[in-house]
Antibody, heavy 118, light 107 residues
Framework: HVQLQESGPGLVKPSETLSLTCTVS????????WSWIRQSPGKGLEWLGY???????NYNPSLKSRVTISLDTSKNQFSLRLSSVTVADTAIYYC????????????WGQGALVTVSS | EIVLTQSPGTLPLSPGERATLSCRAS???????LAWYQQKPGQAPRLLIY???NRAAGIPGKFSGSGSGTDFTLTISRLEPEDFAVYYC????????FGGGTKVEIK
């Protein structure tokens, strides 16, 4: 079955770029919608954006100027870059996937805590 | 932008009781794009219901979803110890948004 695993630095300095990668196992990264979703400590869930192997990309309008999501089919991975981070970007970052529509997500990674601090 | 408001914020119940969770949208939405998730401490969310009333793969029948327009409901027929968690509704209308969550806690 499909498994997702986030990886990347757990500590990022303010104003720098946060970079995370999600490695997919158990199926090809093609034909799925892949999203990044975050959760600030003790808070709710916030969607950052999704990508589909066809090239379709959709970002949260409130973060669009800072977010980039990309796909590497050769490695079966997809990635998140969030620029100009502040302490408000401290959160658990989840990668998630679904084969159907990108409207809801069945497969989730375990989450990666990223702390923004100098 | 659609805003999802979940109520109550906290729902204290005993095992065996029925849980009724509400999700209200700021304007009428398509039920085809409404989902519910369960999240336990230290875990990722788990998809329970999609398209308002369809159970996701592997989800037991005690979970059911209903609603249309602006009002949606997640019902857990008889609470078991593993059901005490936080529940989120989620809508996709060009952009994905989540409700603030309802915590079902042991009374």
């Amino acid at each position: 079955h499909v498994q997702l695993q986030e990886s990347g630095p757990g500590l990022v300095k303010p104003s720098e770029t946060l970079s995370l990668t999600c490695t997919v196992s158990g199926d090809s990264i093609s034909n799925y919608y892949w999203s990044w979703i975050r959760q600030s400590p003790g808070k709710g869930l916030e969607w950052l954006g999704y990508i589909h192997y066809s090239g379709t990309i959709n970002y949260n309008p409130s973060l669009k100027s800072r977010v980039t999501i990309s796909l590497d089919t050769s490695k079966n991975q997809f990635s998140l870059r969030l620029s100009s981070v502040t302490v408000a970007d401290t959160a658990i970052y989840y990668c998630a996937g679904d084969k159907m529509t990108g409207v809801w997500y069945y497969y989730w990674g375990q989450g990666a805590l990223v702390t923004v601090s100098s | 932008e659609i805003v999802l408001t979940q109520s109550p914020g906290t729902l204290p119940l005993s095992p065996g009781e029925r849980a009724t969770l509400s999700c209200r949208a700021s304007q009428s939405v398509s039920s085809n794009y409404l989902a519910w998730y369960q999240q336990k401490p230290g875990q990722a969310p788990r998809l329970l219901i999609y398209a308002a009333s369809n159970r996701a793969a592997g989800i037991p029948g005690k979970f059911s979803g209903s609603g249309s327009g602006t009002d949606f409901t997640l019902t857990i027929s008889r609470l078991e110890p593993e059901d005490f968690a936080v529940y989120y509704c989620q809508y996709y209308g060009g952009s994905l948004t989540f409700g603030g969550g309802t915590k079902v806690e042991i009374k």
